[in-house]
Structure formats: C-alpha cells, structure tokens
C-alpha cells in the first residue's frame, strides 16, 4: 500500500470549471498535509497546507481534510490553463514532522 | 532573498561512473533535504539534515549514495557507481524550523541521466 496516493491523471477541465484533485493516506498519526505545485521541468511550489479537519480556503484554491477517512482533495475554482501542472499531495511523517512523504502527483490539463 | 541553489542542472554519464551534486540552501535555513524524483513519480526523501546532523537517511542506498553537509550550510550528494535505475532528478530542499507552515523550499533540480 502506497503511504500517500493519487490518481496520476491527467485530469482534463475546461477554463473556468472546477478541477476536484484527492489524495489518501495510509499513517493515521499523519498530523500536516500539504498540496504542492509542479511545472513541467520546474520544481514543486507550495500552494497550500492544511492542519485541521474541514476546509481551508485561499483565493481560488480549497483544500479538504478528512481524518477519519485519511482523504485529502484540493478545489481549484475557475480553473485557468496556467493552472495546468502536477499536483503533488503531501503529508508529514508522524514520527518525524519535518520529513514530507509525497504522493505519485495528478496531472491537470487546463483547455481553453 | 536567495532560493535553494544547486548545481550542475543536468548530468550525464555512463553507468559505473560517479557524480556529485552540490546544494546551497537558503541562508538560515538548518533543515536540508535530498529527494529523488523519477520521471512520472513524486520525490522520494534520500536524506534529510539538520544542521550538519543526519536526521533521516533511511531510504538512502547507503552502498553507492552518500551525503554530506559540512558545517551546516551547504550539501554535497554523491553516487558511486551509478546505475541506470539512477536517472532522475534531484532535488535539494531547505526549510527553516521555524516555519510555521513546515513548507520546504525546493532548488530547481540537477536531473542525471544515466546511459
């Protein structure tokens, strides 16, 4: 079983749809997750972190906690063609908080 | 403020062969990661420092990897000998332990290619 898992794509949304990405984990010791950016040939960016179960919103992006289910998502409103990338889920170790554990990443096509 | 900088961006060999790459984290930065990103795959922690302490070096194939970071700055990883499972970029991190949002900061990679 994969400690963090994505389905790795691609996803394919119109411009100005919703994109719904998710992400499961395996440690239910996990404390923080994180959702990261990547540009083809680029490296990964932080776009979004989540501590507590519920949402957390920032702009167009929300991302999703569910404990109890080990689930992860991130919403992308309004999805714009340079929101096309791969989104790598992350999750710190629950033995070492400042280790990252990263997901295989999903793949978004944004069409115009 | 200066990003994560790394050194060569590309490198390619021929298995057998040795290579090293070098890292400069951001200033005051005293975690220091090493993933590993095979294409179509997410990184994979090589070795984590802090300050010049190993932290994590779990999934670091010990009988041809090796790291390390002298004084607590920058980072050397070196691969000897290289295998073709080897190509792949990778990818050196910093964060600060202070951080709140525990968000690594990632250099822009030195991919290997391994022939």
């Known amino acids: 079983q994969k400690e963090v898992e994505q389905n790795s794509g691609p996803l394919s949304v119109p411009e100005g749809a919703i994109a719904s990405l998710n992400c499961t984990y395996s440690d239910r010791g996990s404390q923080s997750f994180f959702w990261y950016r990547q540009y083809s040939g680029k490296s990964p960016e932080l776009i979004m972190f989540i501590y507590s179960n519920g949402d957390k919103e920032d702009g167009r992006f929300t991302a999703q906690l569910n404990k109890a289910s080990q689930y992860v998502s991130l919403l992308i409103r309004d999805s714009q063609p340079s929101d096309s990338a791969t989104y790598l889920c992350a999750r710190s170790s629950s033995s070492n908080t400042g280790k990252l554990i990263f997901g295989q990443g999903t793949t978004l096509q944004v069409k115009p | 403020e200066a990003g994560v900088a790394q050194s060569p961006r590309y490198k390619i060999i021929e298995k057998r062969q040795s290579v090293a790459f070098w890292c400069n984290p951001i200033?005051?930065?005293?975690?220091l990661y090493w993933y590993q990103q095979i294409l179509g795959q997410g990184p994979k922690l090589l070795i984590q420092f802090q300050n010049n302490g190993v932290v994590d070096d779990s999934q670091l194939p010990k009988d041809r990897f090796s790291a390390e970071r002298l004084k607590g700055v920058d980072s050397t990883l070196k691969i000897q000998p290289a295998k073709l499972e080897d190509s792949a970029v990778y990818l050196c991190a910093s964060s600060s332990k202070a951080s709140y949002t525990g968000e690594l900061f990632f250099g822009e990679g030195s991919r290997l290619t391994v022939l």
């Open positions: 200033s005051g930065h005293a975690t």
